[in-house]
Every structure is written in structure tokens, then in C-alpha cells.
């Protein structure tokens, strides 16, 4: 066999688990304590009438497949080795329920926002699936592979005109992504280059299986998120290569698959990567998972619609998340440069009295009154050694900082102390607490409204399963 080139290190990337930036195509972590343990009691309908072999349930009529099954617990199995097949089916039925109310109640726009600058989501799928298969099958994988003529990934490209350059003039080029060198505010192709890109055929191919194909520029184009696209934009024809063939091998991934497993069991298990997204979505969306920063319609949403009598509640309930500075009072030594400020700090960690050292060594003009600022209030906007002295601890002397003067103006440090502080409520109707009690209320209601929607989909669902395929009792679905 040949030794391994670019192509063949890229298609073996592909088989490990995709590409830069997405999540590893292994199934990351069962949800099962999330998506189902804090559930009010299932009432699910659990009947036990399978006996196709192929399948592991039907939820709600819909066949769940034992080979989605066998491959979602083997994948599970590499981070949680101890997992039960059927605690994984439990994950499974929750995850195709919840996910199926999110899409019904929230459509795939309100679920996915935000991940404009990612992958389009059918062809993470389609990756994740193929890393996942890999994963599994990556033995049986290679003897194919090695079955193919010239032992590689080459043996199923029957032509490849892009990739010669017999279709990729310049003109051509330019017809797709517009002038080289061109101001853009945006990377991405109109209607009408992308009808021009569907007409680049990149490569053809023929599968093992006989399933014949083509990859054109336009297929290249939509699985590349912003990084990606930039460098087809930049003509660079190394990445076209790659990218081409990365493609190329998920699809012989996929067509290896169905032909051994059969499309529909393996379409079940880009169902089960799908219901998992979609519940990770969802979990999203009602603030699980993201920080206070994080962007969430529906918790705008509900922050928006937060009432008075709601917040006035919350602040009553909370109040040690208001409590503020009102005013603090310090003392602050000023000095030219970093080493005679060091050398300050230093006697006064050893000891040496603060008010007395500023006599002796501060810059600034109440040096004579033992650096003495008085009492500072909290109120409008403070300037920066006030915002320094409300960050100190009562009785600790702050290390040396320098002070944020201008480019042109001489640098100082300031040493600070504060004396006494005095702690009161942030007012009751403030812009603070309207912010802070919103949001709060808003993760409340979203966790109920989230909690309320997981016992809904159980109470409401109708459970067949293959007694077969399970190697412990229910723990969940029958929970009374």
C-alpha cells in the first residue's frame, strides 16, 4: 500500500470526528439525570408488545431502532463505562420526546439562534454521525478502504475536474465568489452564486456499493462555517483539496453504513444526534448550560414580562444579592514609581503606621494630613481611586497600583487603605435591582416552564417496547 498522503490524513481526520471547532462526534454524555430524573412522575403509557428484532421501541408510534440503540450505548460507554442498555434506552424515548415538543413548540430558528457564525446544522449532523460510525466501526472501515483500487480513498473518484484545475479558472471563480482581493462585508454567496457554484462539479464518484455521486463547489461551500469559507474565498485550492475530500469520506462513511445497517436504522441514529442537539438546544433556550452573559430569547423574553410585584418579591427574598457600599473612609499614599512604591508596601506590611509613612512619602497634596480622603459615597460616577478603595477589604492595605493616567502624562502609583465601611440596600426601585430580580425571575419561570414540558411529553406519551433488548428494569419510565 502507497504510504499515506494529505488526502488520506484528512479522511482519516474526517472518520476520527470531524472538523475543527464542533463537538466530538461521540454522544457526549447521557442526559439522563437532566432530561428525566427532576421530572414530576412519568404516567408515561409503557406496554411491552415489540418483537422485530430490529427494534428497540416505537414512541408514539414512531420506531426507534435497535441498532440507534446498540450504537448510542456503545458511544455512551467511553465516558460512562458503567451505563445500562436500558438506562440509555430511557435517555433515548426522553430525548426523542423533549426534542419533538421543542421543534413543535419553538421551531428549529428560535432553538438554533445565535450559531449564524457555525456549521448549517443538517451537515454537523451528517459529520457527527459519521465520526460517531467511525468511532464504532473503524476496524471494518480501514479493510474497505484498503479494498478500494490503490488501496485509498482515491479508488472512488471516478473524475475530479475542480480539483485538477480543468474547472477552475479564474473566471469561473470569479462568477462564484466575486473579484480576488474584493471588500466584503459578508461571506457568503447570493442566489445566483450559488446556482453558478452548484454547476462547478468538484469531484464525481462511485461507492463500494454502487451509489454514484458529485460533489460540486457549492456542496464544499455549505459545510464550511466562517473560517472555512474565508479560505474559498481566498481561491485557496490546498483547502478546496481537503475540504473535498473530507466530504468525499463522510459520504463513504454514510454509504458503507447503509449498506450494511440499512438506511432507515441509520437515519434513527442521526435522529438520536438530532433529539440530543435539539435537547441541548432546548436546555439552552430556558438558561441551562449558558452563563448570565449568555443570549436567550425566551429568557429576554420572560425578563421583559417580569412585574413589579414580582421583582419587589424577589429583592425581599434576596437581599443579600443588593447589598452595596455606600461609603467607605480611606486613606491612599501617592508615589512617582514603582520601586519607592514597593519599598512603601513593603514597611507597611511589616507593620509601619499608614498615616505616618504618607506624611513622609505621598506625592499628593493631603500628604500632610496622613493621606486622609474622608468619607467617599457611592454615588454618581466615581472616579478611579474611589473605585479602587470601594474593592478593598476593611483594614488590609492594597498592593501598589498604577494609576490609568494618559500616554503623555507622568505615571504614579497609588498605595490605599479603608478605615471604616459602611454597607447599606441598593433602593428597592433602582435600575440595579430591576436588572438583577428580571433575569432571576426570568430562570425561575423558564426552569418551571422546562420542568412543566418534560412531564407533559412523559404523561402524554405512548411507549411500546422490545423487552429483548433491555438488561435492567425501567428506572424511570415506570416511576410512580
Known sequence: MATATATEQAFASTLAGGRRGRRPAVLAGLLLGVVLATALPAGAEVSYPVRDAALAARVNGAPLHAFALDAAWRLARFKQPQVSRTA?????????????????????????????????????????????????????????????????????????????????????????????????????????????????????????????????LYDIYRRQNVQGRSQLFARQADFLQQQAMQSLAALFV?????????????????????????VLALQRLHGIGIDTDSGSALLEQLARQAGAAEIQAYYRQHQEEFVRIERVKARHIRLPDEASAQAVYAELRAGGDFAALARRHSRAADARNGGDLGWIKHEGKPDWLAQLAFAQDKGEVSRPIRAPVGPHDPAYWEIVLVEQRVNGMQAADSEAVRYVASNAVAREKALAQLAALRARVLREARIELNRGVLDQPLQILERS
Open 254 to 278: 454514510l454509504d458503507w453504513a447503509r449498506s450494511q445497517f440499512g438506511g432507515a436504522a441509520v437515519d434513527d441514529l442521526r435522529g438520536v444526534l438530532a433529539d440530543q442537539e435539539a
Open 88 to 216: 440509555t434506552l430511557e435517555t433515548l424515548i426522553g430525548e426523542r420526546l423533549l426534542a419533538a415538543a421543542a421543534r413543535k413548540t419553538y421551531g428549529e430558528a428560535a432553538l438554533y439562534s445565535g450559531q449564524r457564525v457555525g456549521f448549517v446544522q443538517d451537515v454537523a449532523l451528517d459529520d457527527q454521525l459519521a465520526g460517531s460510525l467511525r468511532g464504532l466501526y473503524g476496524k471494518e472501515l480501514e479493510q474497505v478502504l484498503l479494498r478500494l483500487p490503490g488501496g485509498s480513498l482515491n479508488g472512488v473518484v471516478t473524475e475530479r475536474p475542480a480539483l485538477d484545475g480543468a474547472a477552475l479558472d479564474g473566471a469561473a471563480l470569479d462568477a462564484v465568489f466575486g473579484k480576488a482581493g474584493q471588500l466584503r462585508l459578508e461571506l457568503a454567496l447570493n442566489e445566483q452564486q450559488q446556482a453558478r457554484a452548484k454547476n462547478v462539479v468538484v469531484l464525481r464518484y462511485a461507492m463500494p456499493s454502487g451509489a454514484k455521486g458529485v460533489l460540486s
